[in-house]
């Protein structure tokens, strides 16, 4: 019987339906990957989220491992490089939470713009501050997406219902749709009142939004971040905040998370900073997380691994 090892909580549905297609699931949420790896070699799959990187050194000892399927989006936590030289094939769901990500990323922005967190709070305290609230109106502006794939284009969708005009950026030519047009990265830093980062992350998208990009804006802009913190330098950001250079952020991920997601807050200027400005919306990296996008990407996830079997991935 093929065994598959699941080292995260998912949507129950995912153990349940994998019994049902023939295999034996083991669920491991809390030994340490050192613990973990000694077994490793007695598993065909392998479903993670976040909980701790697939290493090289890891794959090597998972000698019988046909699959590792990620309940998310990005890859990162996974050297896809040792996986593919070992045949080991790799699932991730970025279907599954894109919906959810583009609704979030419109949801901050549209809070900020209206001065909704700051407004709630002062009424909340007895203060009726009509002047001090005047929000500004998204129609009529230049949204910038950079990053095409699931999630970008998701959030180009959602703002499809308003007056605005939607250029994208991609590594990959001909990804623009009804939605946004492609354009260079120039085009956007020339046009741009809006930036929103949707890229997944490697070497190249590590620190993307730092002072060269934020000075090469032609606009004070608004910028959304729902990809991954450290693609945006937070002091460069702060900076460019203090300047006036960029309006307002939308920070659904920071870069002083862990590689699980999880904050170490340091309680440096910058991030006392981001907590005490009314021009800064933070979320904890929730923008894929909601109820429907639990069960959607266990149901990705499900469907990819049919797929290898139908492919007669598990023969091989």
């Known amino acids: 019987m093929m065994r598959i090892l699941h080292l995260d909580e998912n949507h129950p549905i995912l153990v349940e339906q994998l019994a049902v297609l023939g295999f034996e699931n083991s669920v491991d949420t809390q030994s340490s990957k050192e613990v973990v790896a000694q077994d490793i070699a007695q598993y065909h799959g392998l479903v993670i ?6 290493d090289k050194p890891f794959l090597q000892q998972a000698k019988n491992l046909k699959f590792i399927a990620r309940v998310g989006s990005g890859l990162e ?17 970025p279907e599954g939470n894109s919906p959810a990500v583009g609704e979030h990323a419109m949801g901050m922005l549209l809070s900020l713009l209206n ?27 230049t949204i910038g997406i950079i990053g095409y794939g699931h999630t970008g284009k998701q959030f180009a969708r959602k703002l499809a219902g308003f007056d605005v005009t939607v250029l994208c950026h991609d590594i990959l030519h001909n990804v623009g749709d009804a939605y946004a047009k492609q354009v260079p990265l120039k085009k956007i830093h020339d046009q741009a ?21 934020i000075g090469n804006m032609k606009k004070s802009f608004w910028l959304i971040n729902t ?9 460069h950001l702060v900076n460019g905040i203090k300047a006036n250079k960029i309006k307002g952020a939308c920070l659904d991920v920071l870069d002083i998370e862990t590689a699980a997601f999880d904050l170490t807050i340091e309680q440096s200027d ?19 997380w909601t109820t429907q996008s639990h069960l959607r990407l266990s149901e990705v996830i499900l469907s990819k691994i049919k797929q290898l079997m139908d492919k007669g991935h598990f023969l091989s």
């Open 270 to 288: 910058d991030w006392q900073f981001l907590t005490a400005s009314n021009r800064v919306i933070l979320s904890p990296h929730v923008a894929g």
């Open 227 to 235: 990809a991954r913190g450290n693609q945006v330098v937070i002091e």
């Open 115 to 141: 001065k909704l967190p700051q407004g709630n709070k002062e009424v909340r305290a007895g203060t009726w501050q009509r002047e001090a609230n005047r929000g500004e109106e998204l129609g009529g502006k």
């Open 77 to 93: 936590n996974i050297d896809v490089n040792a996986a593919a030289a070992m045949g080991i094939a790799v699932l991730a769901a």
């Open 193 to 213: 009142d809006v930036v929103s980062i949707h890229l997944p992350l490697n070497k190249s998208t590590q620190q993307y939004v730092d002072h060269v990009f």
């Open 49 to 54: 989220r976040s909980r701790f990187p697939i």
